[in-house]
């Protein structure tokens, strides 16, 4: 029997050089959680970051090919060395369902952008909730032979003008719970949405540093915090910092810990 032969697809070449040639265009590397991103959530982020920024959803294979492109063609340019190094550790973070955004946006922007495109979804039946759902107080247009499956979530119902009435609000599934057949019922029937759906920014890399953006988002949510966050770590000659948890973040609040002494603790007056 003859084998069948196919031509080999294309997509992963393509977004293995798309990768590579983002490389050389930007300086930020963030990798986003992409867990139930729908086509349309991707295509109005692509939209919304027009030139000024890449997504590539894609296989981690393609991404190291890429990777591994850049790194041997810059690998003895003396300018690329720090972004190199940096770069080296983006293979530990790519596991999951997960994507990559290459940007010189700040990253205020780019959760702005995010944001933007944030829907809500309902769970899948037999999958474990990601929050509380919760059915609201409110009159429905539900026939009542529907109440059945109501006080089977132990939800307070009356009938009024022939329709259902639902007299309190009710948790009718907690978080981390598996949502069961009769719950998956009533989110139809109420066009119950719980879940946010949201590309969510995991590890940030960037020149000189990479950071967890759970561990580092409080110091740098405004752009004072990050005008002083970029001083303490270049101004004072302070080198390379690379932070990937909490607890290697210098509390600043608290005079005994703090890294800084003498007439440096507060030199503008800006932890005070």
């Known amino acids: 029997m003859r084998k069948r032969t196919c031509t080999p697809p294309t997509t992963k070449t393509l977004n293995s050089k798309l990768f590579r040639v983002s490389l050389d265009l930007f300086d930020r590397v963030i990798v ?27 296989k981690r294979s393609c ?15 003396e300018t690329k060395n720090n972004k190199i190094s940096i770069l080296e550790t983006l293979p530990e973070f790519l596991h999951h369902e997960v994507g990559i955004i290459l940007t010189n946006m700040s990253i205020e922007q780019i959760d702005a952008v995010l944001n933007k495109n944030m829907s809500y979804k309902r769970p899948k039946l037999g999958s474990k909730a990601r929050c509380d759902i919760i059915v609201q107080k ?46 998956h019922r009533i989110m139809e029937l109420l066009n119950i949405n719980p879940e946010m759906n949201q590309l ?22 405004s752009r004072v915090e990050e005008a002083v966050y970029e001083f303490l770590c270049f101004g004072l000659g302070a080198g390379v910092f690379t932070y990937t948890e909490r607890q290697q973040i210098p509390d600043y609040e608290s005079s005994s810990d703090s890294s800084m002494t003498g007439d440096d603790e507060d030199l503008f007056g800006l932890f005070g």
Not at 63 to 77: D, Q, R, T, V
Not at 146 to 156: D, G, L, P, R, S
Not at 163 to 176: A, F, L, V, W, Y
Request: hydrophobic fraction near 35%; charged fraction near 25%.
């Open 32 to 58: 986003v959680k992409t867990e139930g991103a729908s086509c349309k959530q991707v295509s109005g982020i692509r939209q919304d970051f027009g030139n000024d920024a890449t997504l590539i959803m894609s």
């Open 63 to 77: 991404i190291l090919e890429g990777l591994a492109s850049y790194i041997a063609e810059n690998k003895n340019e």
């Open 138 to 183: 409110e009159h429905t247009r539900i026939e009542p032979t529907k109440t059945i499956w109501f006080q089977e979530a132990q939800v307070q119902t009356k009938i009024l003008k022939g329709t259902i009435d639902i007299i309190k609000s009710k948790t009718i599934c907690k978080k981390g719970q598996v949502v069961s057949s009769n719950v």
């Open 200 to 221: 969510e920014m995991l590890q940030i890399f960037e020149p000189g540093l990479t950071y967890s953006v759970k561990s580092m988002m409080p110091l740098v949510e």
